[in-house]
């Protein structure tokens, strides 16, 4: 059957478009993925720089902690501590009230309750054991003494700047120049032992019923000291010695 000249020519029109269609739909689709995967590319390459330096923040900074003390943030917490409470210290006394005062109001009865247990529970003064420990309750008691001085130390931050903080390359002998305050503590201080001392160093007393052993303070004190070493393994013999019985 022959084939209508209008619907052949229709047909072959609708093809022709679609044919020319085809080839211009192709490279915009490819431009248009290519855009899409550079967008991608762009957005993990700055992912990839801001991973790289917080990493390297991270880094110094841990770099930092490892060089301060293992009790810096004890320290630091204690310190922010003190400062916040000589500020509340100068605001009651410029409206002349009582710090004490104040400072109890704000404490709740359970927390007073728990201080003072652990008050209870805690002895500081355990005796004499060794001079280790004396001189480490002596550091203790000292430091608990000191009442840092906050105008006195930035008006050191003012005047040495980074040479306040020393390093192990600082020269620290002939540098420091006490103050007549300090001077005058540590004199005052050093007084309170002296007086804690003469107290302690009393002469022990005197036993009339012990045995008279010897012909002076002196031969006393070497009869205790040889009795404490050697009187377990003398103890038969004398014995024997005051039976009169011995060989």
Known sequence: FPVPVTECGSFQDSSGSEDEARPGTAPAAAAQKREERLRKFRELHLKLNEARKLNHQEVVEEDKRLKLPPNWEAKKARLEWKLKEEEKKKECAARGEDYE???LL??????ADRWERKKKRKNPDLGFSDYAAAQLRQYQRLT???????????????????????????LLHGTHVPSKEGVDRMVADLEKQIEKREKYSRRRPY???????????RNAKFNKKAERFYGKYTAEIKQNLERGTAV
Request: zero cysteines; glycine letters at 2%.
């Open 207 to 217: 036993n009339d019923d012990a045995d008279i052993d010897y012909i002076n303070e």
């Open 101 to 103: 005062q104040v400072k």
């Open 144 to 170: 608990r003494q000191i009442k840092p001085d906050l105008e006195q130390y930035e008006q050191l931050k003012e005047q040495y700047g980074e040479a306040l903080y020393p390093t192990a390359d600082s």
């Open 106 to 111: 704000e404490i709740s009865a359970e927390d």
